[in-house]
């Protein structure tokens, strides 16, 4: 079955640390806490490539993976299907959490987007890392977010690019006819059913 899912984040490096931060070789094994969601095959390699490798991450038109690095940090915007957000779980989280250790300040979110429901959290504070699974409370706080309300938005208007504009209802609001969602950001159904990998 597929799915969709968002994940964004902010992480602030030191100017002075961020040469190390990207040149220095990691992998997950550096690293204590994974969730099962996070199980899978990773060459280690440096945050350096992992950046440029993300970028060229397979998607399709109404998908998107942005990653702005620029003095003092990094920002992730995106919305994937299932294969690509998968692909792309662990050189996300390893990028983050190799950031800790070069005073690295943050988080990362992966999130389920519109059918499933589950959410995870890479925190950097103090030197340290942590993933933590969100709680129902949690998810329904980045739900409310401005960055997922964003993301929700843009992937909207991604879809209705791809599908030729808006359908309209019976009741002659716009819908979008891939996913059968009103136009405006509403409250919807997903499953709880916990993720278990590809």
């Known amino acids: 079955m597929g799915w969709d899912a968002v994940v964004f984040g902010e992480l602030k490096v030191p100017a002075a640390n961020a040469e190390s931060w990207l040149t220095t070789e990691v992998a ?31 998607l399709e038109p109404h998908e998107f993976l942005d990653l702005t690095l620029a003095p003092g940090g990094l920002t992730v915007r995106g919305m994937m299907a299932k294969d ?29 987007y519109q059918t499933i429901a589950f959410g995870y959290r890479v925190k950097l504070e103090k030197g340290k890392s942590v993933v933590k699974l969100l709680t129902k409370a949690e998810q329904k706080a980045i739900e409310k977010s401005k960055p997922y309300q964003q993301l929700d938005a843009r992937a909207h208007a991604a879809l209705d690019a791809l599908l030729g504009g808006k359908a309209k209802g019976k009741a002659g609001k716009g819908v979008n006819p891939f996913t059968g969602r009103p136009a405006t950001t509403s409250s919807r159904s997903r499953s709880s059913r916990p993720f278990a990998g590809r």
């Open 28 to 58: 997950p094994s550096d690293f204590k806490g994974w969730p099962d969601f996070f199980d899978a095959d990773f060459k280690p390699r440096t945050p350096e490539v992992l950046l440029e490798e993300l970028k060229e991450s397979a």
């Open 84 to 112: 690509p957000l998968l692909d792309a779980r662990m050189p996300l989280a390893v990028l983050w959490r190799s950031a800790a250790q070069h005073g690295g300040r943050g988080e990362l979110i992966f999130f389920g």
